[in-house]
């Protein structure tokens, strides 16, 4: 573990400036190193174009905007990171309470996320989750809430309002549904794609200090008693380094400006998440796994715009992390997952694209809604087009071909639904099996079955009144349900980098996903790509 000697000379004040400013007058702060802004430097803004809109709060200190303003806060009490101005009725908060002993090392200090629905009880999020103050199994749902476990993070997600995603210790993020655009305020600020505005605290005023706007959303802690919150100054992080102690800050946290991390520069600015790695290892001399975990924020960052840093721990060895259980595989970007790799469960919808984590090696597809799709690596697109496509087959051989067919759907017929989804195993016609939009289960893709239904190649069954499910003898397993118009492909790890189609590539790389193969000459071999 690296540190830094604290015993070298100090210049006075020459570090009582934010996010790698230096103090070059009494009153004036030089903010360029990470072209932070204000007059102490407390601010950075996410130019990044691929940002996705979350808001996002790691560690104690940190937070980022909806719209990319990044501020530096140290407050120690409980606060409203966002809540709606009730478009349509739609009221809800959501609260983040610091650990108000906390010390120098912000990644283990305790904290917690409260959330409130009007006419609901808190639902708590700690290192379990709690509803009224009972310990809730998950998945569970309350109304129009759906709560999920998604390797080490819970996923909360309002159908008509926002996705939570909670990583059990530190961080929060939040994604708003596009009916909230402008409708929101806290900490997270107003949503309303302008960071220049963000800043607007619970009285209405537009200020450039961050402490009077993180003040203005202090709550009360839970069980604190009524009475005034505590107020000071915030102290910068790095007031007592010296000058040879921040050269080896500012050495440690601009890894984030070379490779691997340079692949995402053009999505994600790594600037606020250099200048927030700055302050953290301010607080906690140097100590290796602070400086992974600042460095994992911008790589989930990254994820998060659709551009997972796959690889980058084992290029960094030191942040290399092990699974506990020897069947789990660590991933940058998890579009879905089970609790453990068997039984294998089916997976809830969410507006956050992935989390990073540990997770049962198999791959999943998703098609939902007017035919938006997630590849086997997270990549995202829409391509509502009608006609039958190759969702995904073995690139290697025969032995798998998941076939969709679309049509035109809606009152008006100007959408497109999946119509119906079929498998198909070894090229044999006698191995297929098809599930249609009204309901049919196809043997052959003529004789109509009743679940379950078992034979040498397949198991169909009814998961739930929702889900049906398909398992094959070679890996693959389709869940579809038919009503919420969402569509499952799981294959597993045989498949890896040999898997082409709607569904990508299998092999880590959303890049690679849109892959092209030409269908040869012959017509035998063209034969086999037919769906």
């Not at 349509?88 to 309470?97: A, I, L, N």
């Not at 009524?226 to 992080?237: A, D, E, I, N, Y």
């Not at 196809?442 to 998961?463: H, M, S």
């Not at 349900?481 to 799981?490: A, F, N, P, S, V």
Request: with cysteine; glycine share 8%.
């Amino acid at each position: 573990m690296q540190s830094y000697n604290l015993s070298q000379p100090r210049i006075p004040d020459l570090f009582s400036c934010f996010n790698g400013g230096e103090c070059v007058h009494p009153a004036f702060c030089d903010c360029r190193r990470f072209n932070a802004t204000g007059p102490r430097c407390q601010m950075v803004y996410n130019a990044g174009p691929e940002r996705d809109s979350i808001c996002r709060a790691w560690g104690q200190h940190h937070v980022e905007t909806f719209d990319g303003l990044y501020y530096y806060f140290s407050g120690k009490g409980s606060y409203t990171l966002v809540a709606s101005h009730e478009p349509e009725g739609q009221t809800f908060s959501v609260q983040v309470h610091n650990d108000p002993q906390c010390g120098s090392f912000p990644y283990t200090c305790s904290r917690s996320v409260s959330v409130f629905f009007a006419g609901e009880q808190e639902l708590h999020l700690a290192k379990e989750v709690t509803l009224g103050g009972m310990r809730v199994q998950l998945p569970h749902a309350m109304g129009s809430v759906r709560l999920q476990q998604l390797a080490g993070y819970v996923l909360v997600r309002h159908q008509s309002a926002f996705t939570l995603a909670w990583d059990g210790t530190s961080a929060v993020y939040i994604k708003m549904s596009p009916e909230f655009l402008g409708w929101t305020h806290g900490l997270c600020g107003n949503n309303n794609a302008d960071p220049q505005d963000d800043l607007v605290t619970n009285y209405g005023k537009l200020t450039d200090d961050v402490a009077e706007f993180v003040h203005s959303w202090q709550e009360l802690a839970p069980n604190q008693p009524p009475g005034p919150t505590s107020f000071s100054l915030p102290r910068p992080p790095c007031l007592q380094q010296s000058l040879g102690t921040m050269q080896g800050v500012y050495d440690r946290c601009e890894a984030l400006l070379r490779p691997p991390f340079d692949a995402c520069h053009a999505y994600v600015s790594p600037l606020p998440f250099t200048a927030s790695c700055t302050s953290d290892l301010c607080q906690s001399v140097g100590d290796e796994a602070t400086w992974c975990r600042a460095l994992a924020e911008y790589a989930r960052a990254c994820a998060q715009a659709g551009q997972p840093l796959q690889g980058w721990r084992t290029q960094l060895r030191q942040c290399t992390i092990h699974c506990k259980e020897k069947a789990f595989t660590y991933n940058e970007c998890i579009a879905c997952c089970p609790a453990s790799c068997q039984p294998r469960a089916s997976c809830v919808d969410s507006e956050i694209a992935c989390v990073d984590g540990c997770y049962c090696p198999d791959a999943e597809c998703s098609v939902t809604g007017d035919i938006h799709f997630t590849t086997f690596d997270g990549r995202r697109y829409t391509f509502p087009a009608t006609c039958q496509y190759i969702l995904a087959k073995s690139r290697s051989s025969g032995t798998f071909t998941v076939t969709l067919q679309n049509a035109p759907c809606g009152l008006n017929q100007d959408g497109v639904c999946v119509q119906s989804v079929s498998v198909i195993l070894h090229q044999d016609p006698r191995r297929q099996v098809t599930l249609t939009q009204a309901g049919d289960v196809l043997l052959f893709d003529q004789y109509k079955v009743t679940p379950p239904y078992t034979d040498d190649a397949f198991e169909i069954r009814r998961l739930s009144s929702v889900f049906l499910r398909v398992r094959t003898n070679v890996g693959v397993q389709v869940f579809y349900d038919r009503e919420g118009l969402r569509l499952y492909l799981q294959v597993d790890q045989r498949w890896v980098e040999d898997t082409v189609g709607l569904c990508g590539t299998f092999n880590g790389n959303t890049q690679d996903d849109f892959l092209y193969v030409p269908l040869p000459w012959n017509r035998k071999e063209r034969e086999k790509w037919a769906p």
